[in-house]
Every structure is written in structure tokens, then in C-alpha cells.
């Protein structure tokens, strides 16, 4: 069965670095995502791409984050300066169609400790 | 934007009854109501999802129903077993939107 996969499963970094969260959605998937839950809270949209752009983003979704599809198959999201308080498990997931349309499929999240 | 509750925070139910977790939502436009099971250290998975032009559906063990007029969905599980024990999320969306999660749902089956 077709799967996102989501790399690293766990990072740790240091308050005001750089990270990079990867993944690689469904490979006919044509709309990208990516979520956040903060521990033992609710999952919570960041932001949607697709035709190699955003379609849509949050608040949260702010100037220190980016995403980018830098190749046919993988999607990343950058935090250029980590906060503590990006401490959370941040979850990709593609979708065929819009979510409105077709399933989305999670990948198995990669969990963010910022020290 | 649209905003999503879900209750019971938490719930303890006995092997083989039934479990209800009820969902209001806030924006008329949503037409898709997806429910996602976590079980720990995973991802959510899809389990069942219903849209607006029907008022329930039926998978096995697991049931939809969705109230357009009033905003709100409900998951009904019967027979439960001790493996549905996870974290449930309702969330809500529309067309090319993206989704809005309740806080979720504590879920725990007791032999």
C-alpha cells in the first residue's frame, strides 16, 4: 500500500537553528500538506501546496517557515529559526485531489524537539 | 475560519459497547467530514469519512452520521474491542480547502 514517508522520525536542535523536515507524499499525489500537534493538543493545519506553490497557509505558517519541492518527489519544510515553542510533531500528507474531494494520507510524523 | 469541537475529551467504555464521539462545526460551506484514528507514535489514519449529500454511512464496526442543518457529525463504534482503543480526531473541509481538527478523543476499551 502506497504510504507518505516522513524523515527524520525525530530531531533535536538548538533554539535559532535551522531545520529541515522531509518528505516524500504518494507519488500520483498532487496536493501537498503539512500539520503540527503539539503534545497533546490537536493537529493543526500549517500549510497546503500545490502546482509547486502554496495554495493556502496558517497563521501559524509564518515568515520563519518555507516549504519547497525541490525535486519530483520529495516536499520539505524549513524552519530557518527555531523557537522552543515549534516543539511538536509535524506531520506531512498528500492528497490525489483536494481534501474536499479525495483522501488524505498522513505520513507517521517527525517529532521536533527545540532545546 | 472554520472551527471545530469535539467531545468527550476523553472516553472509557467496556469491551463490546458502543462508543459515540460527537463533532459541531461552524462553516455551512464544509461538505467533508473525514474521521482519523492515532494510535501512539503515529500518524492519523483515515477510518471513515462522509460528505454532505449523504446523512450516513456504515463500515463495518464504524458509522457516520452528519446533521447539515444543525453542523454536527457524530462516530458511532459497536462491538468495541480492545485495539479500537486510540486517539480519534473529527475535522472538517470543503472542496480545495484544507482540514480544521476537533481536539480529539481519548478512546479506552477495557477488557
Known amino acids: 500500500e502506497p504510504e507518505v514517508t516522513q524523515t527524520p522520525s525525530h530531531q533535536v536542535t538548538q533554539m535559532g537553528q535551522e531545520v529541515i523536515l522531509r518528505c516524500v507524499p504518494i507519488s500520483n499525489h498532487l496536493y501537498f500538506y503539512w500539520y503540527r500537534q503539539i503534545l497533546g493538543q490537536k493537529v493543526e493545519f500549517l500549510v497546503s501546496f500545490y502546482n509547486n506553490e502554496i495554495s493556502e497557509k496558517s497563521e501559524i505558517f509564518d515568515d520563519q517557515f518555507s516549504v519547497e519541492r525541490p525535486d519530483g518527489s520529495n516536499f520539505t519544510l524549513k524552519i530557518r529559526s527555531t523557537k522552543l515553542e515549534d516543539s511538536a510533531m509535524y506531520f506531512c500528507a498528500s492528497s490525489e485531489g483536494g481534501v474536499g474531494n479525495t483522501e488524505a494520507f498522513f505520513g507517521q510524523g517527525t517529532r521536533l524537539t527545540v532545546v | 475560519g472554520e472551527n471545530v469541537e469535539q467531545h468527550p475529551s476523553t472516553l472509557s467504555v467496556q469491551e463490546g459497547d458502543s462508543a459515540v464521539i460527537k463533532c459541531t462545526y461552524s462553516?455551512?460551506?464544509?461538505?467533508?467530514f473525514p474521521w482519523y484514528k492515532q494510535e501512539l507514535g503515529k500518524g492519523p489514519q483515515l477510518i471513515i469519512d462522509?460528505?454532505?449529500?449523504?446523512g450516513e454511512k456504515k463500515d463495518q464496526r464504524i458509522a457516520v452520521t452528519l446533521n447539515k442543518t444543525a453542523k454536527h457529525f457524530s462516530l458511532h463504534i459497536t462491538e468495541t474491542q480492545p485495539e479500537d482503543s486510540a486517539v480519534y480526531f473529527c475535522a472538517a473541509g470543503s472542496g480545495y480547502s484544507t482540514l480544521t481538527f476537533g481536539k480529539g478523543t481519548m478512546l479506552l476499551v477495557s477488557p
Open positions: 462553516d455551512s460551506a464544509s461538505n467533508y
Open positions: 462522509i460528505r454532505s449529500n449523504v
